[in-house]
């Protein structure tokens, strides 16, 4: 067991939560700049639950081998991440977006501009296809930021259904999982139920995340083998798409001071971006030697 690369995939689990809190800035993202999103995604994708029928047949042997094929190293930590994440950041971030929106906007308008660069660096096939997929991503992107808010209410299926669409968003870098559910109107109803354990609500909020990681992340293992260009230069559109969203925020709650505060406040964004990749990146080199 190698505790330091697992504390490091803790922080990155704690970093992704952070994001996917946050209504413009995507778990994904986050993933990728810290390179851990391929093997998060095929992870996920060979999670077949034979563990589960198994030990409903009384074979615990095979239940226990099924279990372990899991890449547990990388589960784990990284849940557990995500889990601490959620529950201490949560308040601190509904706070930040009620009393300081332009700055927090900007914030995460620097956080997803930084990582549209670091998206668009992995890019191995530049080729004039590729290059259709940004447009068309970036087409989205917009259009995304464009649609109004509904208003639902948190009916069961409502939060199973709210739940398979935003931890689809979630898993991929560009869209973010808690902008689509400020879009269907449970981005409140959610973080307040996270704020205050609201375990019966995140129960049945988790059976759509379930569920639709499961279905979405065999998808996106296939596209990712077969097409990786295509699907990170798409990915790299829809998050400079995605900036209209932070970026009109800001536009709305602009603070007496004009400009500059935001400005350094989407500087930080793109430092702690570039602070990601390096550190990350340092760690791949002392792995490779």
């Given amino acids: 067991m190698d505790l330091k690369q697992e504390f490091l995939i803790f922080l990155k689990g704690l970093a992704m939560g952070v994001a996917d809190i946050i209504p413009g800035v995507s778990g994904g993202t986050i993933a990728l700049i810290t390179g851990i999103y391929e093997r998060l995604v095929f992870g996920i994708r060979d999670i077949d639950f034979k563990f589960l029928l198994f030990a409903i047949k009384g074979d615990f042997k095979r239940a226990k081998e099924n279990f372990l094929d899991i890449d547990l190293a990388l589960f784990v930590p990284l849940l557990s991440g995500l889990g601490v994440s959620f529950t201490l950041f949560a308040g601190v971030i509904d706070f930040c977006l009620n009393v300081f929106p332009a700055l927090t906007f900007a914030f995460f308008f620097g956080l997803i501009l930084a990582s549209a660069r670091t998206v668009f660096a992995k890019i191995k096939n530049r080729d004039a296809l590729t290059i259709g997929f940004i447009f068309l991503g970036l087409f989205l992107g917009v259009a ?5 808010p509904v208003k639902s209410n948190p009916s069961p299926l409502v939060i199973v259904g709210s739940g398979m669409v935003a931890i689809c968003a979630m898993i991929l870098p560009g869209i973010s999982g808690a902008f689509l559910l400020l879009l ?10 996270l704020h205050n354990f609201d375990f019966v609500a995140l129960a049945i909020f988790n059976v759509g995340t379930i569920s639709g990681i499961i279905l979405f992340s065999r998808l996106l293992a296939f ?3 077969k097409h990786e ?14 900036l209209n969203m932070p970026l009109q925020r800001v536009g709305e709650n602009m603070p007496r001071a004009g400009l500059l505060l935001p400005v350094i406040a989407a ?4 430092v702690v971006v570039m602070l990601l990749e390096f550190f990350s990146g340092k ?4 792995e490779n030697h």
């Fill in 229 to 242: 260009s295509r699907v990170l230069g798409f990915l790299t559109g829809l998050m400079i798409g995605g």
């Fill in 144 to 148: 995304i930021t464009l649609l109004n």
């Fill in 223 to 225: 596209l990712l083998k």
């Fill in 283 to 286: 760690h791949e080199l002392l």
């Fill in 184 to 193: 269907l109107g449970q981005y409140e109803f959610i973080v307040r139920a």
């Fill in 267 to 270: 500087l930080a964004g793109i």
